[in-house]
C-alpha cells in the first residue's frame, strides 16, 4: 500500500505531506485546488515522465517522496527530484539510481485509472488486455507475443537466406572451382621461389654440358690424364729411383682427379635429367602463371585470393547450415505457437463468461439492469496473422476479441465503440475496473474523478461498489460526490488560497466527525438542508478514526 505522500515546491503545493490509509481514501476539494497534482506527484514518484512546468515559481526544484508498504512487511522510500533547469533524479531508500531501474521496481504497484483512461477502452487492444488480465493468462498472451514475433523472424531470415544462397549458387560454384584450382597447385613463396632458383641451375648446368664432356674425356678418357699419370707412375716406380714422395704424390693427384671426373660425370647425369625437370618445373610454373594472372599478377594477391575465397565459402557453408537448422527450428516454434494459441483461446473462452456475468452484475448496481454486455471473438486480421495447422494465428492468437454493448432492452448489441453514449462509456468503464478490480494485482488503485456525470441513485450504488473493493486493497478516490466521501475510512480536504501572491495547497485529514460533515454538505451545495442531508450520511457511513488535523 501507499503510506505516505510528501510534495515540496510543484506546482502549487509548497510543502504537503499526506498520510494514506488502507481500504478507501477520499480526497475531496473545489475545483482547480490541486486535488489532481496530488496525483501528479504520486505518478512522479512512479517514474512518470517529469515536466519542468510542474516545479513551482520561484523554486529551484521540485521533489517528491513516497512510502510504500510491500506485502512481506518492507518499506520502499522513493525519492523523485526535478530541477527547474529540467534534470531530474530517482532515488530508492536515498540511494541514487536509474529512472529504468525505479520504473522496473515499481511496475504494477499502483493502478490509475481517470477519465482521461475511459477512451482508451474503445481500443481493441486495450479491450484485449483487459480480458486476459480478468481470465488469468495476461502472461500466456504475452509469451505469444514473443513466440510469434520470433516465429515471424525465423521465417523471414529462412526465406532472405533461401534467396541469397539461391541467388549465389552460380557464384558459390566458380568460387569452389577456382579454390579447387589453387588447392591442387597449393602455392607458396617457398615454392615458387625453390622452382625458380632450381630452374636456373638447371639451365646453367645444361649450358656447361660440353665444357663437362671435355674435362671429363680429358681426364678419364683412353688418352686422358689418368692413363698418362699411371705410365707415369708405374715408369717411375721401376726407375730404382728414390721416388716415394713423388708417387705419394701422384697417388693423391690420381685420386683429386678421379673425384674431380665423378664430379663430372653426375653434372652430366643431371645434364641428361634437366629437360624433363625442366619441363615439369615450367608446367608448375605455368600454372602459377595462370592463377597469378587472376590475380593481379602477385603472389601476394593470390594468396589473398585463396584465403578470400575460403572465407566466402564459409559464409556459404554457414548460411546453409543455419538455413537447415532454421528448416528444424520452425516446424518446432509453430508447434507451440499453435498450442499456446489454443490455450490462450480456452483461457479467454472461460474468462469472457465470467467476465460477462461480473460486467452485467455491476451494471444493474449501477442503475443500467437493462443494459447486455457481450464479448465477441472476432476472425484475426488476415494481414497479421499466418495460418499454422489450419488455424489463422496472429501475435494476439486465434481471436482477437472485442466488447459488445446495447443501453437499452430490444437493441442488439453493437461494438462499444459505436453504440455507448458519453455517459454510457463513462460508466461501462467503471464497471469493468470494478469488475477487474478482483483480478488486478495492483496493492492500490488510484480513481481520479472517474465519477463526472453520475448523480442521484447512480452515485450511491457507485459509491457502494468502490467500497466493495476498498475491501480487497487500498483505493485513493478523487471525487466531487459526498455519497462516495461519505464512504471514506480517511478523507483527505483539499484547499487552496494565496500567500504572497503565489497558490498554495493545503491538505487536511478530517478526523473528527463535524470536519467531515461540513465537507459533505459542501459537497451537496452548502446550506441548511445540505448540512441536515450530511449529518444523516455521516451518522451511517463515516469511518470513526482517531483525532488529527491538517496534513498541509
Excluded at 593470390?302 to 556459404?316: D, I, K, Q
Excluded at 459505436?418 to 461501462?428: N, Y
Aim: aromatic share 4%; hydrophobic share 40%; net charge negative.
Amino acid at each position: 500500500m501507499i503510506v505516505s505522500l510528501t510534495l515540496r515546491n510543484l506546482a502549487t503545493i509548497n510543502d504537503t505531506s499526506i498520510e494514506f490509509d488502507q481500504g478507501l481514501n477520499i480526497l475531496t476539494g473545489e475545483t482547480g485546488s490541486g486535488k489532481s497534482i496530488l496525483i501528479d506527484g504520486l505518478m512522479l514518484a512512479l517514474g512518470e515522465r517529469a515536466d519542468t512546468s510542474m516545479v513551482r515559481p520561484g523554486a529551484v526544484a521540485a521533489s517528491v517522496e513516497a512510502l510504500f508498504l510491500l506485502e512481506d512487511g518492507s518499506e520502499i522510500l522513493i525519492r523523485r527530484e526535478v530541477r527547474s533547469q529540467g534534470r531530474s533524479r530517482f532515488f530508492v531508500n536515498d540511494e541514487l539510481t536509474t529512472l529504468e531501474e525505479g520504473r522496473s521496481l515499481l511496475a504494477g504497484f499502483v493502478d490509475l485509472h481517470s477519465q482521461g483512461s475511459t477512451p482508451a477502452l474503445l481500443n481493441r487492444r486495450v479491450q484485449n488486455e483487459a480480458l486476459d488480465s480478468f481470465s488469468g493468462c495476461s502472461v500466456l498472451a504475452a509469451e505469444l507475443v514473443t513466440g510469434f514475433g520470433e516465429y515471424r523472424s525465423l521465417l523471414k531470415r529462412s526465406e532472405e537466406l533461401s534467396t541469397l544462397l539461391e541467388a549465389v549458387s552460380e557464384k558459390r560454384d566458380i568460387a569452389q572451382h577456382e579454390l579447387s584450382l589453387i588447392d591442387k597447385l597449393n602455392p607458396s613463396v617457398e615454392d615458387y621461389d625453390s622452382l625458380m632458383s632450381e630452374r636456373r641451375e638447371l639451365k646453367a648446368v645444361q649450358n656447361s654440358a660440353e665444357t663437362l664432356g671435355t674435362i671429363t674425356e680429358g681426364i678419364s678418357g683412353d688418352d686422358g690424364i689418368l692413363v698418362s699419370l699411371g705410365a707415369f707412375r708405374y715408369s717411375l716406380a721401376n726407375s730404382g729411383i728414390e721416388s716415394k714422395d713423388v708417387l705419394e704424390l701422384l697417388e693423391q693427384a690420381d685420386i683429386a682427379l678421379t673425384e674431380a671426373s665423378c664430379e663430372c660425370e653426375i653434372m652430366l647425369s643431371r645434364i641428361d635429367s634437366a629437360p624433363w625437370r625442366i619441363q615439369e618445373i615450367d608446367e608448375r610454373l605455368d600454372s602459377y602463371a595462370e592463377l597469378l594472372g587472376r590475380s593481379s599478377g602477385t603472389l601476394e594477391n593470390l594468396l589473398n585470393r585463396r584465403s578470400g575465397l575460403e572465407s566466402e565459402l564459409e559464409r556459404y557453408d554457414l548460411m546453409e547450415n543455419e538455413n537447415e537448422k532454421l528448416q528444424e527450428t520452425i516446424p518446432l516454434k509453430a508447434d507451440y505457437i499453435h498450442k499456446t494459441a489454443i490455450s490462450l483461446s480456452r483461457f479467454r473462452e472461460n474468462g469472457a463468461g465470467e467476465l460477462v456475468k461480473s460486467v452485467q452484475k455491476e451494471l444493474r448496481l449501477l442503475g443500467m439492469p437493462d443494459a447486455v454486455f457481450e464479448v465477441m471473438m472476432n476472425a484475426t486480421p488476415t494481414g497479421r496473422s499466418l495460418v499454422i495447422k489450419d488455424l489463422n494465428i496472429c501475435s494476439d492468437g486465434c481471436e482477437i476479441p472485442e466488447f459488445f454493448f446495447s443501453a437499452n432492452p430490444g437493441m442488439k448489441p453493437g461494438p462499444l465503440s459505436s453504440v455507448a453514449s458519453g455517459g454510457e462509456m463513462s460508466r461501462v468503464s467503471l464497471v469493468l475496473k470494478l469488475a477487474l478490480a478482483s483480478v488486478t494485482q495492483a496493492p492500490a488503485m488510484v480513481f481520479d474523478e472517474i465519477d463526472s456525470g453520475v448523480g442521484g441513485e447512480t452515485a450511491n450504488l457507485l459509491a457502494d461498489s468502490l467500497d466493495r473493493v476498498s475491501r480487497l486493497r487500498q483505493v485513493i478516490v478523487i471525487t466531487h460526490l459526498p455519497q462516495i466521501a461519505s464512504k471514506a475510512r480517511r478523507h483527505l480536504a483539499v484547499s487552496k488560497e494565496i500567500i504572497e501572491g503565489l497558490p498554495v495547497t493545503r491538505v487536511n485529514v478530517l478526523y473528527d466527525r463535524e470536519s467531515r460533515v461540513a465537507e459533505l454538505a459542501r459537497l451537496l451545495g452548502g446550506g441548511k438542508a445540505a448540512m441536515e442531508h450530511a449529518r444523516k450520511m455521516a451518522a451511517t457511513d463515516i469511518h470513526q478514526t482517531e483525532s488529527g488535523g491538517d496534513q498541509s
